[in-house]
């Protein structure tokens, strides 16, 4: 008799744990990707500077520097879905390395204090960016791994939880940067 | 900087004159204390000699020769104090501007207690805190300081003991980058045994701040990093700087623990070794043991670069 009322009551309490646990471990990716925004953002907030700053010296980078602009008015722009943010900063943070190869041709341009706080300024929000990224990979390795263990598996299915996409670095990020490429487009 | 010709005609010009002195004081600090250990072993023998003819249990004879050994050791310890102080002075501190000219050196000095507690990395209450060889200076562009020390603290009960919460060498640094919060990296034994479940008891300990679980596994095996920021945990804790930890732990081959706190890297490397330390029975007019001097030293100088400390590409200059 005392069974049949103890087993359905420690269930009960272990749905509840689990059900929590999945909550509260979703909340920590939609955290997580709250700081990459952030990041973005800061990013994005540099841009115009950066390149003012590199048009002084280098007006015949234009192609460049439109690129740059463009990709970065588009990373500014609200109402992203996550996918895009993360796929424009992706194609932004290839730009931009492209674009502090080009300012290698200009010792002016570089010796400037102007540019090397920008410079600085623009590594600090690269290594914060990088922070965020991982950040965000082990929220959502540990929120994935609590969706497909078992039992946890089971709540997660009925609830419709779902495994979320890690934030890769860019494929430009992992191969080598091709210096010669870079130059020509 | 430490080409061998070069060394040598240093230890040659520099060294050799003020050595030879020091030798000489060493040799009579020698004889000092053997005289004195010979009169304290006669008077135990002739006390010895006098019980036995006594007939007293020798079971007492127990405190007398405890009590001749503490007063050996002090006797020695106060007569050496005096060379040891001008070795120090007169060979450290040329063999310190050798190697990098702008440090100083003050024997008797530390990191304060206060300075070693705000670090957060040894939570236990100290009871005895001792400190000595104080080195500080700027290495490249990172200002840092480094001391050998002892925190210990005293069982409770009645067998009192003096148990040790961390003896090494402590070391204070500039960081590269801006941070606000605390961040920890320790030795982690809890994962090394246990593995997963090892890693639900980090969480469990959580007087450092959150778990940070980063990608790395080889570091992951060695260190356990927590941290009050997540994200700033991953500012400091970038891949490649993971890497330098972990080859640093790897040469130093001892138990390592750093914290990120106010700006500053705290790290601690845990040794039983006394460096810059005189010889007492065999002679200082030894290349060699200068040459070991200057090993120490570069090896705790190399840490600016280890953790590649020098590279101010970020906000921070």
Redesign the interface.
């Known amino acids: 008799m005392f069974i049949i009322l103890i087993v359905p009551a420690v269930l009960i309490v272990l749905l509840v744990w689990i059900y929590n646990s999945l909550v509260g471990k979703k909340n920590a990716v939609e955290n997580a990707f709250g700081s990459i925004d952030v990041m973005c953002k800061k990013r994005c907030d540099l841009i115009p500077n950066l390149v003012a700053a590199v048009k002084q010296y280098a007006a015949h980078e234009s192609g460049t520097l439109e690129k740059v602009t463009a990709l970065r008015n588009q990373a500014a722009a609200e109402n992203l879905s996550p996918d895009e943010t993360i796929q424009l900063n992706n194609q932004l943070t290839h730009a931009l390395g492209g674009l502090m190869v080009t300012v290698e041709a200009y010792p002016e341009l570089k010796a400037g204090e102007n540019f090397a706080q920008l410079q600085r300024a623009l590594n600090e929000t690269e290594e914060q960016l990088s922070a965020a990224r991982r950040t965000f990979n082990a929220a959502v390795t540990d929120y994935n791994n609590a969706v497909e263990m078992f039992p946890a598996n089971l709540v997660a299915g009925i609830i419709h939880y779902t495994r979320r996409q890690l934030f890769e670095a860019a494929e430009q990020e992992r191969t080598n940067v091709d210096v010669g490429q870079l130059f020509k487009s | 900087m430490t080409d061998r010709p070069a060394f040598e005609h240093f230890f040659k010009t520099e060294l050799l004159p003020v050595l030879r002195p020091l030798e000489e004081q060493r040799l009579a600090l020698v004889k000092k204390i053997i005289i004195t250990g010979g009169l304290i072993a006669a008077a135990g023998l002739l006390l010895a000699a006098f019980l036995i003819a006594n007939s007293v249990d020798l079971r007492i004879l127990l405190f007398p020769a405890v009590g001749g050994f503490a007063l050996g050791a002090f006797l020695i310890k106060r007569m050496s104090s005096e060379y040891i102080f001008g070795f120090k002075t007169l060979i450290v501190e040329p063999v310190i501007q050798y190697v990098s000219p702008g440090l100083t050196y003050v024997p008797a000095s530390g990191i304060p207690e206060i300075r070693f507690i705000a670090s957060g990395i040894f939570r236990h209450r100290i009871d005895r805190f001792r400190h000595e060889d104080l080195i500080q200076g700027t290495v490249g562009k990172t200002p840092i300081k480094f001391c050998e020390l002892h925190a210990e603290y005293k069982t409770g009960g009645k067998n009192q003991t003096w148990k040790t919460i961390f003896k090494g060498q402590f070391f204070i640094a500039d960081f590269n980058?801006h941070f606000k919060g605390r961040t920890f990296v320790l030795p982690d034994t809890a994962e090394q045994m246990l593995g997963r479940f090892g890693q639900k008891l980090q969480e469990i300990g959580k007087s450092h701040g959150e778990l940070?679980?980063?990608?790395d596994p080889e570091f992951e095996r060695e260190f356990a990093a927590y941290s009050t920021d997540?994200?700033?945990?991953?500012?400091i804790l970038?891949p490649s700087l993971m890497r330098r930890m972990l080859e640093f732990k790897n040469k130093t081959g001892e138990k390592v623990y750093f914290s990120f706190t106010g700006g500053e890297v705290n790290i601690g490397i845990s040794s039983a070794k006394n460096r810059f330390e005189p010889r007492l029975f065999s002679t200082v007019l030894d290349v060699d043991l200068v040459r070991e001097f200057v090993a120490d030293l570069q090896m705790a100088l190399d840490v600016v670069d280890d953790l590649n400390l020098n590279t101010r590409?970020?906000?921070k200059k």
């Open positions: 980058k940070v679980q980063l990608e997540q994200v700033e945990a991953r500012y970038s590409i970020w906000t």
